[in-house]
């Protein structure tokens, strides 16, 4: 068992046992549920958009070189600076080398799921660089020093009690259990560091490569502050995010909206073509968009799984999977939890280390139905125990099922293991949820069926006769 | 994986996606479905209403919904005095240059209200410290409620987010049906000279990151005022 | 109709009762059931642990032992999407795959062939009690069949049918995962059975026994059994509980 599987057995048998845990997340995504039920349901037909968003993006990634290269065209036309960077480590370097370059001290940050990817914060500070995150729910994770626990809500584990003992201790605050006292501590703070920074931080939902343009979603207006504010402005993104046009937006922000956060659209949608202009009021003298690999093509040369990268990032899959709810986000160690990070995590950072997550779930596809792009998203994780189990199967499944094979191939002998089973079984009440409970994984917590004293098959014979 | 040191970072890219895409994908879109066509988004989005009067109750339940307040003025007097009643305690505000806000700045000035103009450049501190920033748009969309601002529209990029309270000012004319609607509209009226920013304002800054609960004025506006004119 | 019944393993093991009373149904309403006695299992458990050429193995002689079909009843919505959804991917490529498409167009779970097939939505059944219905994911999400065993149990006399809040939600089975992750697998099975216990209702009926052997054990363990039934034991049933 691999490191990162044995820390997620770990850490699921412990959430798992939470009921506070439980019924908290089981609370918190109640609204959401039904805001977006009755905002897909104003959709003259969300099947049919669904349907229209696969085709965009099956277009979109099946021709992304061609997209790729219009878009870096179309946006450095207007000013904008366009690094391609292969891995997160050149990534991180070519952030580092515009910060230093122009003298930045000061960085703010607008929520992004792709620099949690490459782990920029750390490199930036360790470099000495101020680094303080926006987006409200990215704030209160950064004060606790934790990953985002949800890639649309991070801080959704976290009740007021808990958050307002947070700001006591690292803000000073007086203690409150009203979010939205809460929300104005954050905001005040927050306004003083947009002041000061030299450099914002984003990422991008959307990369139209008709424009040249980025797309951002957001609610609070933390992303509109951290692009427009500071002198500088670096997008970071990762190269699945293009769309050929500018109105497929009105098809995605949407979408986006709806299958995200429960709305009809998020508070602000804001589209960046470039630096300030020559004509205009205001606004970073320069922009830089990074475009980030990091294995993105390692998906793209799977011919199955390749949709994959039709995603997103709205979350849903994560809100409607009995798995994800159940373990909670920080179990999966990953940066991507639930279904689509079980998904794609395998890929991006290895099979073997990773194969868990495919296997952690019962294939109930609850998220392929959630899915706003249609990805395949349950049979992926199908493929990836394939494919796994084809480089290297796991030595007592192995057994296993060669003994399933010679039981299930003759119906002599899967009569004769019947026979046994019900011998074996008036013994098992002995052993029965004890240590040396062969079936010990299925009695611990839950009684187990009896054999019938005759099968079916016994029976039909008898009533044949 | 990793090509010759000689390559650049787009050339590895390029090299690696075209690489991958010599094989077709597996899943395809459904062979009944044609070729993609932009236009066909709108048969599946929320439905807007045929006539401008269905558009107009749709904008305005769409956008108090997400609790930005609505006013449509009969004329241009009433909305001066709608916006002076609104600037009631005010000392300053943000602005720009645009033949529509002229009358409005000049009624806000005699009612002793301290006007920042955004265009050419201006103090961040400043703008910070105004009780709102009142701009014009590039059109409202009904089918959502938005209202659409560029940095060429709406004086710059801070002026409608920076401030505590946002004030659009719109015509009739400015409404659209729905987003599809908007995308003709930006490419007929700026080509390939987009401004650097373009962004949909769809009701007050909001959170919902504290217990899912919502609460306005995260980041931006606590408060967003639409006032449309005849 | 020469209906050839697929009984999964467990069921022949564990629940022949279940298999018993599907075949009272469909010989009810006329038509001939055959039960092929050299079938054994589907190949599921190897497909879902990814032991690909292990399930091909004993999917194959499935498929011979159900060549001469006219048509496949399943009695369970998971071993039925293996036949009629997974076989073709199992197949892909290989030379018994005109042969995996050709079984999986003859397959068809209970209440689907019941209702989408024989067009009956009333057994003539009747039975007293209060019962919410579980829906199995593979009989909801890969064969589609949300409507047909509701149709098929709203027709039930006496039977007065309450849906729970968490109907479509994953009963936490799953196979292997159930026992290679069990602290998921029952958490998931808890979540399902607060759902039903908040129902009030005296029976859970389902179209998957699979799922039902995880739900009645999490009731039965936790020491609130509740009667659990498959929808064939409902439709054989003439106004007495089974057995």
Same mark, same amino acid.
């Given at each position: 068992?691999?490191?990162?599987?044995?820390?997620?057995?770990?850490?699921?048998?412990?959430?798992?046992?939470?009921?506070?845990?439980?019924?908290?997340?089981?609370?918190?995504?109640?609204?959401?549920?039904?805001?977006?039920?009755?905002?897909?349901?104003?959709?003259?037909?969300?099947?049919?958009?669904?349907?229209?968003?696969?085709?965009?993006?099956?277009?979109?990634?099946?021709?992304?070189?061609?997209?790729?290269?219009?878009?870096?065209?179309?946006?450095?036309?207007?000013?904008?600076?366009?690094?391609?960077?292969?891995?997160?480590?050149?990534?991180?370097?070519?952030?580092?080398?515009?910060?230093?370059?122009?003298?930045?001290?000061?960085?703010?940050?607008?929520?992004?799921?792709?620099?949690?990817?490459?782990?920029?914060?750390?490199?930036?500070?360790?470099?000495?660089?101020?680094?303080?995150?926006?987006?409200?729910?990215?704030?209160?994770?950064?004060?606790?020093?934790?990953?985002?626990?949800?890639?649309?809500?991070?801080?959704?584990?976290?009740?007021?009690?808990?958050?307002?003992?947070?700001?006591?201790?690292?803000?000073?605050?007086?203690?409150?259990?009203?979010?939205?006292?809460?929300?104005?501590?954050?905001?005040?703070?927050?306004?003083?560091?947009?002041?000061?920074?030299?450099?914002?931080?984003?990422?991008?939902?959307?990369?139209?490569?008709?424009?040249?343009?980025?797309?951002?979603?957001?609610?609070?207006?933390?992303?509109?502050?951290?692009?427009?504010?500071?002198?500088?402005?670096?997008?970071?993104?990762?190269?699945?995010?293009?769309?050929?046009?500018?109105?497929?937006?009105?098809?995605?922000?949407?979408?986006?909206?709806?299958?995200?956060?429960?709305?009809?659209?998020?508070?602000?949608?804001?589209?960046?073509?470039?630096?300030?202009?020559?004509?205009?009021?205001?606004?970073?003298?320069?922009?830089?968009?990074?475009?980030?690999?990091?294995?993105?093509?390692?998906?793209?040369?799977?011919?199955?799984?390749?949709?994959?990268?039709?995603?997103?990032?709205?979350?849903?899959?994560?809100?409607?999977?009995?798995?994800?709810?159940?373990?909670?986000?920080?179990?999966?160690?990953?940066?991507?939890?639930?279904?689509?990070?079980?998904?794609?995590?395998?890929?991006?950072?290895?099979?073997?280390?990773?194969?868990?997550?495919?296997?952690?779930?019962?294939?109930?596809?609850?998220?392929?139905?959630?899915?706003?792009?249609?990805?395949?998203?349950?049979?992926?994780?199908?493929?990836?125990?394939?494919?796994?189990?084809?480089?290297?199967?796991?030595?007592?499944?192995?057994?296993?099922?060669?003994?399933?094979?010679?039981?299930?191939?003759?119906?002599?002998?899967?009569?004769?293991?019947?026979?046994?089973?019900?011998?074996?079984?008036?013994?098992?009440?002995?052993?029965?949820?004890?240590?040396?409970?062969?079936?010990?994984?299925?009695?611990?917590?839950?009684?187990?069926?009896?054999?019938?004293?005759?099968?079916?098959?016994?029976?039909?014979?008898?009533?044949?006769? | 994986?990793?090509?010759?040191?000689?390559?650049?970072?787009?050339?590895?890219?390029?090299?690696?996606?075209?690489?991958?895409?010599?094989?077709?994908?597996?899943?395809?879109?459904?062979?009944?479905?044609? /070729?993609?066509?932009?236009?066909?988004?709108?048969?599946?989005?929320?439905?807007?209403?045929?006539?401008?009067? /269905?558009?107009?109750?749709?904008?305005?339940?769409?956008?108090?919904?997400?609790?930005?307040?609505?006013?449509?003025?009969?004329?241009?007097?009433?909305?001066?005095?709608?916006?002076?009643?609104?600037?009631?305690?005010?000392?300053?505000?943000?602005?720009?240059?645009?033949?529509?806000?002229?009358?409005?700045?000049?009624?806000?000035?005699?009612?002793?209200?301290?006007?920042?103009?955004?265009?050419?450049?201006?103090?961040?501190?400043?703008?910070?410290?105004?009780?709102?920033?009142?701009?014009?748009?590039?059109?409202?969309?009904?089918?959502?409620?938005?209202?659409?601002?560029?940095?060429?529209?709406?004086?710059?990029?801070?002026?409608?987010?920076?401030?505590?309270?946002?004030?659009?000012?719109?015509?009739?004319?400015?409404?659209?049906?729905?987003?599809?609607?908007?995308?003709?509209?930006?490419?007929?009226?700026?080509?390939?000279?987009?401004?650097?920013?373009?962004?949909?304002?769809?009701?007050?800054?909001?959170?919902?990151?504290?217990?899912?609960?919502?609460?306005?004025?995260?980041?931006?506006?606590?408060?967003?005022?639409?006032?449309?004119?005849? | 109709?020469?209906?050839?019944?697929?009984?999964?393993?467990?069921?022949?093991?564990?629940?022949?009762?279940?298999?018993?009373?599907?075949?009272?149904?469909?010989?009810?309403?006329?038509?001939?059931?055959?039960?092929?006695?050299?079938?054994?299992?589907?190949?599921?458990?190897?497909?879902?642990?990814?032991?690909?050429?292990?399930?091909?193995?004993?999917?194959?002689?499935?498929?011979?032992?159900?060549?001469?079909?006219?048509?496949?009843?399943?009695?369970?919505?998971?071993?039925?999407?293996?036949?009629?959804?997974?076989?073709?991917?199992?197949?892909?490529?290989?030379?018994?795959?005109?042969?995996?498409?050709?079984?999986?167009?003859?397959?068809?779970?209970?209440?689907?062939?019941?209702?989408?097939?024989?067009?009956?939505?009333?057994?003539?059944?009747?039975?007293?009690?209060?019962?919410?219905?579980?829906?199995?994911?593979?009989?909801?999400?890969?064969?589609?069949?949300?409507?047909?065993?509701?149709?098929?149990?709203?027709?039930?006399?006496?039977?007065?049918?309450?849906?729970?809040?968490?109907?479509?939600?994953?009963?936490?089975?799953?196979?292997?995962?159930?026992?290679?992750?069990?602290?998921?697998?029952?958490?998931?099975?808890?979540?399902?059975?607060?759902?039903?216990?908040?129902?009030?209702?005296?029976?859970?009926?389902?179209?998957?026994?699979?799922?039902?052997?995880?739900?009645?054990?999490?009731?039965?363990?936790?020491?609130?059994?509740?009667?659990?039934?498959?929808?064939?034991?409902?439709?054989?049933?003439?106004?007495?509980?089974?057995?």
């Amino acid at each position: 068992m691999s490191a990162p599987s044995r820390e997620f057995h770990r850490q699921a048998r412990q959430v798992t046992r939470d009921l506070n845990h439980r019924s908290f997340v089981q609370k918190a995504l109640d609204g959401y549920y039904r805001k977006r039920d009755e905002y897909s349901a104003r959709f003259r037909s969300w099947q049919g958009a669904r349907d229209l968003a696969f085709e965009i993006k099956f277009d979109a990634i099946n021709h992304l070189d061609h997209h790729l290269e219009e878009f870096a065209r179309k946006a450095e036309a207007r000013g904008t600076r366009v690094h391609w960077c292969p891995d997160g480590g050149a990534a991180t370097q070519t952030i580092l080398e515009i910060a230093r370059q122009n003298n930045v001290r000061s960085i703010i940050k607008s929520k992004s799921m792709t620099t949690e990817e490459i782990h920029l914060n750390d490199a930036l500070e360790a470099r000495g660089f101020g680094v303080f995150e926006s987006d409200l729910g990215e704030y209160i994770v950064q004060l606790r020093h934790e990953p985002p626990y949800h890639i649309v809500f991070p801080a959704m584990h976290l009740t007021r009690g808990q958050i307002s003992d947070l700001f006591q201790s690292e803000l000073g605050s007086a203690p409150t259990n009203d979010p939205e006292e809460l929300t104005m501590i954050a905001r005040r703070v927050m306004r003083k560091k947009f002041c000061e920074a030299d450099m914002g931080i984003s990422g991008a939902n959307f990369a139209v490569s008709e424009t040249g343009m980025i797309s951002i979603t957001e609610n609070e207006g933390n992303a509109r502050l951290t692009t427009s504010l500071p002198r500088i402005h670096v997008a970071v993104l990762g190269i699945e995010k293009v769309l050929p046009r500018m109105e497929d937006l009105a098809l995605f922000l949407p979408m986006l909206a709806t299958s995200g956060a429960g709305q009809a659209l998020t508070g602000y949608n804001t589209l960046i073509g470039g630096p300030r202009q020559s004509d205009e009021a205001d606004g970073p003298g320069q922009f830089h968009i990074v475009l980030l690999d990091n294995r993105r093509t390692v998906i793209l040369a799977d011919p199955e799984q390749r949709d994959a990268l039709h995603c997103i990032r709205c979350g849903a899959c994560l809100n409607v999977c009995p798995v994800f709810k159940n373990v909670g986000g920080h179990t999966y160690g990953t940066t991507y939890p639930g279904p689509i990070g079980s998904v794609i995590t395998p890929h991006l950072r290895g099979l073997q280390s990773w194969k868990h997550l495919s296997a952690a779930s019962s294939l109930c596809g609850a998220c392929t139905d959630a899915c706003p792009v249609k990805i395949d998203i349950h049979h992926h994780l199908l493929r990836n125990r394939r494919n796994a189990a084809r480089k290297k199967p796991v030595w007592w499944e192995r057994i296993l099922f060669a003994g399933y094979i010679v039981l299930m191939r003759s119906p002599r002998l899967y009569r004769l293991g019947l026979r046994l089973g019900r011998i074996g079984q008036k013994f098992h009440p002995l052993v029965e949820g004890t240590r040396l409970d062969p079936l010990r994984a299925w009695t611990a917590t839950r009684a187990l069926p009896p054999l019938a004293k005759t099968s079916f098959r016994e029976q039909w014979k008898a009533r044949r006769r | 994986m990793e090509g010759p040191p000689q390559m650049t970072g787009k050339e590895t890219i390029l090299g690696r996606v075209r690489e991958a895409l010599r094989m077709p994908a597996v899943r395809k879109p459904a062979p009944s479905s044609a /070729a993609h066509k932009p236009h066909e988004a709108r048969e599946w989005l929320p439905a807007v209403g045929d006539t401008f009067a /269905a558009q107009l109750e749709l904008f305005q339940k769409n956008a108090e919904a997400l609790k930005a307040r609505f006013i449509s003025c009969a004329s241009l007097s009433e909305a001066l005095d709608c916006l002076a009643g609104l600037a009631a305690g005010w000392k300053s505000v943000g602005m720009h240059r645009a033949s529509l806000l002229e009358p409005f700045a000049t009624r806000l000035q005699d009612a002793g209200v301290r006007i920042l103009y955004t265009d050419g450049g201006y103090a961040m501190d400043d703008l910070e410290a105004t009780d709102a920033g009142v701009t014009t748009c590039e059109c409202l969309v009904a089918q959502t409620g938005s209202v659409l601002v560029t940095s060429a529209s709406s004086g710059g990029r801070a002026l409608s987010v920076l401030p505590p309270h946002h004030v659009v000012l719109a015509r009739r004319e400015q409404l659209l049906p729905d987003l599809t609607a908007v995308f003709e509209l930006t490419h007929a009226r700026f080509g390939s000279n987009f401004p650097s920013m373009l962004s949909f304002i769809t009701g007050p800054s909001r959170t919902g990151d504290i217990e899912r609960i919502l609460v306005l004025g995260a980041h931006g506006p606590k408060e967003l005022t639409i006032l449309l004119l005849p | 109709m020469r209906i050839s019944l697929f009984v999964p393993c467990f069921v022949d093991a564990c629940y022949p009762q279940v298999a018993m009373a599907a075949v009272e149904v469909l010989e009810r309403l006329g038509h001939t059931v055959e039960f092929p006695e050299a079938q054994t299992c589907c190949g599921q458990p190897p497909f879902n642990t990814g032991m690909w050429n292990e399930a091909r193995v004993v999917a194959r002689r499935h498929m011979r032992v159900f060549e001469d079909a006219e048509a496949i009843v399943a009695l369970s919505g998971s071993c039925g999407a293996m036949m009629k959804v997974f076989y073709p991917e199992l197949f892909s490529g290989d030379a018994d795959e005109p042969l995996a498409r050709e079984i999986s167009s003859k397959t068809r779970e209970f209440s689907d062939f019941l209702v989408n097939v024989l067009q009956v939505t009333d057994v003539g059944a009747s039975f007293p009690g209060r019962a919410t219905y579980h829906d199995g994911c593979h009989s909801l999400r890969e064969l589609r069949l949300k409507r047909p065993p509701r149709t098929l149990l709203e027709n039930v006399r006496g039977l007065e049918l309450v849906e729970m809040d968490e109907a479509e939600t994953c009963c936490g089975f799953g196979g292997m995962f159930s026992v290679k992750f069990p602290m998921i697998s029952s958490a998931m099975g808890e979540v399902k059975c607060d759902s039903i216990e908040a129902t009030g209702a005296e029976f859970v009926i389902s179209s998957d026994s699979s799922c039902l052997m995880q739900i009645e054990g999490i009731f039965r363990r936790s020491g609130r059994p509740r009667r659990c039934l498959h929808l064939a034991e409902v439709l054989a049933s003439r106004g007495s509980l089974p057995g």
